[in-house]
């Protein structure tokens, strides 16, 4: 197998919760006026860095500070969502499945990643565990990705991302990994697949096409 190495998203791939996130956006929104968008206009429309998706509902500017106060409303209303969210139906299979060592990279914050872990049962799974260790999110993974390889001691060119987005992707290339696209979670599966990426319709999908790239 010449990829060795899989790295799991959280948000949106194992984790099923692009209805909160949705929920959780809109009252960011209506913090400053904004309109509400529904699951299919997320989908089609969010993007990293999160402030351009932002600006571009809020057809404004969104500078630094206020994306601050935004996310801040994200998080806090994320959070009291987050109990009722499950894993995707198949990740506890997906995961198992992979035949070789695996991680997980997360945009969530790492102290309550880690406990969120544990409490879906998938403690002991990964060789490593990475969320955000800043206070406000919204970046570009393609640096967490890097640092989080480096950790691992791993070669980009041995690891596949399984992830929901474009900005997965590009993370994935940054690095020269591969990644396969999961349709389930925060991006349209039209625009994954405009990307010529693999797509996946189930997370046991993704794993099976990861163990045929090269």
């Known amino acids: 197998m010449a990829r060795t190495h899989l790295v799991w998203d959280w948000n949106g791939t194992l984790l099923d919760d692009l209805s909160l996130v949705v929920s959780s956006t809109n009252e960011a929104f209506a913090a400053v006026g904004g309109r509400s968008v529904d699951a299919d206009e997320h989908r089609s429309r969010f993007r990293r860095p999160?402030?351009?998706?932002?600006?571009e509902i809020l057809e404004r500017a969104v500078d630094e500070e206020e994306f601050g106060k935004l996310d801040r409303i994200f998080h806090d209303a994320y959070r009291l969502g987050l109990t009722s969210m499950a894993l995707a139906a198949d990740a506890t299979s997906a995961i198992r499945a992979w035949p070789g060592s695996q991680s997980l990279l997360s945009m969530w914050f790492h102290n309550e990643l880690v406990p969120a872990i544990?409490?879906?049962?998938?403690?002991?799974?990964?060789?490593?565990?990475?969320?955000?260790?800043?206070?406000?999110?919204g970046h570009l993974k393609a640096g967490h990705l890097a640092a989080h390889l480096d950790e691992l001691g791993i070669a980009g060119d041995r690891v596949v991302l399984i992830g929901d987005s474009l900005d997965d992707a590009?993370?994935?290339?940054?690095?020269?990994?591969?990644?396969?696209?999961?349709?389930g979670g925060f991006t349209h599966p039209d625009r994954?697949?405009?990307s010529g990426r693999p797509?996946?319709?189930?997370?046991?999908?993704?794993?099976?096409?990861?163990?045929?790239?090269?």
Request: glycine share 10%; hydrophobic share 50%.
């Open 50 to 55: 999160v402030a351009e998706f932002y600006a």
């Open 199 to 214: 797509v996946a319709d189930t997370l046991l999908e993704a794993v099976e096409i990861a163990r045929s790239l090269k």
């Open 170 to 183: 590009a993370a994935a290339d940054s690095v020269g990994g591969q990644a396969v696209l999961y349709t």
């Open 192 to 194: 994954l697949r405009a």
């Open 118 to 137: 544990e409490t879906y049962g998938l403690a002991g799974l990964f060789t490593r565990v990475d969320g955000l260790r800043t206070e406000v999110g």
